[in-house]
């Protein structure tokens, strides 16, 4: 159905498209992360494709990737980013979908933050960084949103053991309370 | 003599007389305050902290903190069979689990390429089963808004009937709310015996209770002051900021999965998707009570069109053996086992699938690597999204609003902390 949106997006922006796939009906897009923003414009934009709804962003963790009934060439090895941020995406008009993944390497987990093209990805973006860890460039307020401050890791990376304990232990010095005086100097 | 009356009243009270206060201290004080609401808190329903900014009685600022309820469904999605998710689902959306049993199917069997190959009877059950779970989630969300504005008749007629949904499910699922009664390729039981008379009797008695709720509700005047013009969203917001479902549809964004990207049997069900035009809460009440009738007539469509046949995917990666053979031959037994140790096989891939959830759009993301549990298991909750935007609404309203506000925008707890 969106084919459409894919080749207009090739079209359009043929350096930023790494490549593109459909398996199962969903039509993605592996996009280089500087281009990330840009596209994301565009795909907001364009009148042919109009991405006006957001919805959802999360990341895949490819450290454990070893897929029965597949080439051993598909698992993943240090040489492959460890990360992927993906970005689901829905236009109100056309009424098709998208999706933008973006590959992250495990030694620079950062990826553009996309909170100011939709804000609905303000929140996505926090529980990404808390859940995985990758740092959100730009983002205007990234801080955990499950979990507290003072959580050391990120769980639901695949090398995050899922029976480790993690009581809460209240730390005065890391200045958490996010209401305190920024606030007092914009009421007039 | 009155100065040394008034001397000894200070002393005695411990405060000044209006009279002997400068003109600075007569003011209120102008610092901002800082009120924290929950996590604890009746309205907040299940567990959720806003950390209000308030100057005097108005919002400049709430912070929603979420997190309080959240059971790491993702973590133990990844370490569970694809079956073994769906008890995990229940608990999500625990107003509605019905939805989410389907959701969480229709993701894994699309992920299978089973989407067109559910027998029919099973999709007419599963879609007879969501709308009885969209039923209950707008009645528990009305009944509870009002009872916290301070109506608990409403609240009470409402939770009777949703409880009469309870029940018949229970007949169904074999549990009156944690159901898990959805299988990949199917349902893992048929309706029971005289369902149909029953839900129809039901579906007419709870019709009545609408017509009450609404005769105590809808030109009630302590409600409707509340409720209009409070937290209102415009179209291009509620797009922007990814709300669905009733908050989206009050604001006049004509979008229900339902009817956009039709599922299961839904084609051939015939329903309306009401609009709303203000985006307020007023709109997001009347909204759901047309849902609940259009839910109602989806029911008695379905329960007319249901046709007989069996209730599972024959497709041997997903239907169990029959017990009689899994306890006479070796092959059924060996199969039995592996089909419930290692799980339902799913090839390796990745899919988005979605439904309309009784919030609006509820999507799984699964990563499949092609052995019986999921890579990885993401749940699109749609609570989590419209508490997002829960901060711009409360904005420039009185900590008094935050209250029917919250209660419209319908968070549950356990979905929105996953």
């Not at chain 1, 398996?23 to 364009?46: N, P, Q």
């Not at chain 1, 689901?88 to 999706?99: A, C, D, E, N, W």
Request: glycine share 6%.
């Amino acid at each position: 159905m969106s084919q459409k949106v894919l080749d207009a997006l090739m079209a359009a922006m043929p350096g930023a498209v790494v490549r593109t796939g459909s398996a199962h009906g969903d039509e993605t897009a592996w996009i280089k992360r500087d281009e990330l923003v840009a596209v994301a414009r565009w795909l907001r934009d364009d009148p042919k494709t109009l991405f006006d709804a957001p919805v959802f962003c999360t990341c895949t963790d490819w450290i454990d990737w070893k897929p029965q009934g597949r080439p051993p060439s598909e698992a993943w090895n240090e040489t492959k980013p460890r990360y992927t941020v993906a970005y689901q995406l829905r236009s109100v008009t056309h009424k098709h979908r998208i999706r933008l993944e973006v590959e992250v390497p495990e030694s620079d987990a950062r990826c553009p933050s996309l909170a100011d093209v939709w804000p609905a990805f303000n929140w996505q973006e926090r529980e990404t960084f808390d859940m995985y860890g990758i740092r959100f460039d730009g983002h205007p307020d990234l801080r955990r949103i499950y979990l507290y401050e003072e959580f050391v890791g990120y769980p639901l990376r695949k090398d995050y053991p899922k029976e480790k304990r993690q009581p809460l232990v209240r730390r005065d010095d890391l200045n958490l309370n996010p209401i305190k005086a920024p606030h007092a100097g914009e009421h007039k | 003599m009155a100065a040394d009356a008034r001397t000894l009243k200070q002393l005695v009270l411990g405060r000044k007389d209006v009279q002997d206060l400068s003109d600075i201290e007569q003011e209120l004080p102008p610092d901002l305050m800082t009120v924290n609401m929950g996590p604890s808190h009746p309205a907040m329903h299940g567990t959720v902290r806003i950390v209000l900014t308030v100057d005097g009685e108005k919002i400049i600022k709430g912070d929603v903190q979420p997190g309080y309820l959240h059971r790491c469904f993702e973590k133990e999605a990844e370490h569970a069979t694809y079956t073994q998710v769906f008890p995990y689902t229940d608990r999500l959306n625990y107003v509605s689990p019905m939805i989410n049993n389907c959701g969480w199917a229709m993701a894994v069997e699309k992920l299978m390429g089973l989407t067109t190959k559910i027998p029919r009877r099973a999709e007419y059950i599963r879609v007879i089963v969501s709308e009885m779970s969209r039923i209950t989630d707008h009645l528990t969300c009305v009944g509870a808004s009002a009872m916290e504005l301070g109506a608990f008749t409403p609240f009470l007629y409402l939770l009777k009937s949703r409880e009469w949904m309870y029940e018949l499910l229970e007949k169904v699922s074999g549990a009156r709310l944690t159901h898990s009664y959805v299988r990949v390729g199917g349902v893992s039981q048929d309706l029971p015996e005289n369902f149909g008379p029953e839900l129809t009797q039901v579906l007419d008695r709870t019709a009545e209770v609408m017509v009450e709720c609404q005769d105590l509700l809808n030109n009630n005047k302590i409600f409707h002051d509340r409720m209009a013009g409070i937290g209102a969203i415009t179209r291009e917001d509620a797009i922007r900021t990814g709300c669905v479902g009733p908050i989206a549809r009050a604001a006049g964004v004509d979008y229900d999965v339902r009817r956009d990207f039709p599922y299961s049997v839904y084609p051939e069900l015939e329903f309306d998707v009401p609009l709303g035009t203000t985006g307020d809460c007023y709109d997001r009440y009347l909204i759901r009570l047309e849902e609940l009738k259009q839910s109602m007539r989806i029911l008695r469509q379905c329960l007319v069109q249901i046709p007989e046949g069996p209730i599972m995917s024959d497709d041997h990666r997903v239907a169990l053996p029959p017990k009689a053979a899994t306890y006479n031959t070796i092959e059924s037994m060996i199969r039995h086992f592996k089909h419930i140790m290692d799980g339902v096989r799913v090839p390796a891939g990745e899919a988005y699938s979605f439904v309309e959830g009784g919030n609006g759009e509820l999507g799984f993301f699964i990563v499949a690597d092609g052995t019986g549990r999921p890579y990885k298991a993401y749940c699109r909750s749609p609570s989590f999204v419209h508490l997002s935007t829960a901060e711009m609404l409360f904005k420039d309203h009185f900590i008094a609003d935050v209250v029917p506000i919250f209660g419209m925008i319908n968070m549950i707890g356990g979905e929105c902390d996953k």
